[in-house]
């Protein structure tokens, strides 16, 4: 079974700064794997998917990384802006196909401060 | 945005009363999930669907039933509602497993 874990469950940083949120997962047996943003009362938005073949993916000021054998996937945020404050959940397929949908983290909250 | 509609929004119903939220898409995509979010314990998988009439359990099915007679509906049923199935329930669709995976924007139950 599929675990998910993101560490920190939240952070707080000024504006302008850039950062990382760290997801790791314990079946590295992967296709793929998603991170998503949720603002409050929302649903989610995906924001980057990787596939295994892959090690980083890339969208604006956003980067996200894979290491399969290392069990963990980061994302990183250049120049952080308040807009940026949600919630980053990182998502694994329950096994390695994925057509039995995905396994959530927690989530890391994030608050930028203007 | 992918198109993705879900039905009612929100609703407010009584301990023992069947309910049935819908979920309506307009990508022609094969696969459909029902989520649940609670604080505490994130977002799990309740069924899925892989096709017309091609469903199977997630996580935490117990109480829930799905069908899906249209590619582009897939309905999420309780049959006797209970105040532990108070949440948030999201739809999500997917082209392929290999695809990116699109939420709706939930449905919001709450069981008295």
């Known amino acids: 079974k599929q675990e998910v874990t993101q560490i920190p469950a939240a952070l707080s940083v000024p504006e302008g700064e850039n950062l990382v949120l760290n997801c790791s997962f314990t079946d590295s047996a992967i296709y793929n794997l998603q991170w998503f943003r949720q603002d409050p009362g929302k649903g989610l938005t995906s924001l980057l998917l990787?596939?295994?073949?892959?090690r980083e993916q890339t969208s604006g000021r956003l980067n996200a990384s894979l290491d399969k054998s290392s069990g963990r996937s980061t994302l990183y945020i250049a120049a952080s802006q308040p807009g940026d404050s949600a919630t980053y959940l990182c998502?694994?397929?329950?096994?390695?196909?994925?057509?039995?949908?995905?396994?959530f983290g927690k989530g890391t909250h994030l608050i930028i401060q203007p | 945005d992918a198109g993705i509609t879900q039905s009612p929004r929100h609703k407010v119903t009584e301990t023992g009363t069947p309910v049935t939220l819908r979920c309506h898409q307009t990508e022609n995509h094969r696969y459909m999930y029902w989520y649940r979010q609670d604080p505490g314990h994130g977002l799990r998988l309740i069924h899925y669907s892989y096709g017309v009439k091609d469903t199977d359990k997630g996580e935490v099915s117990d109480g829930y039933s799905v069908s899906r007679s249209k590619t582009e509906d897939f309905l999420l049923t309780l049959e006797s509602a209970t105040s532990s199935q108070t949440s948030v329930y999201f739809c999500?669709?997917?082209?392929?497993?290999?695809?990116?995976?699109?939420f709706g924007e939930g449905s919001r139950l709450t069981v008295l």
């Open positions: 998502a694994a397929p329950y096994s390695g196909g994925g057509a039995d949908g995905l396994t």
């Open positions: 999500a669709i997917s082209e392929s497993t290999l695809q990116e995976l699109f």
């Open positions: 990787i596939q295994s073949s892959q």
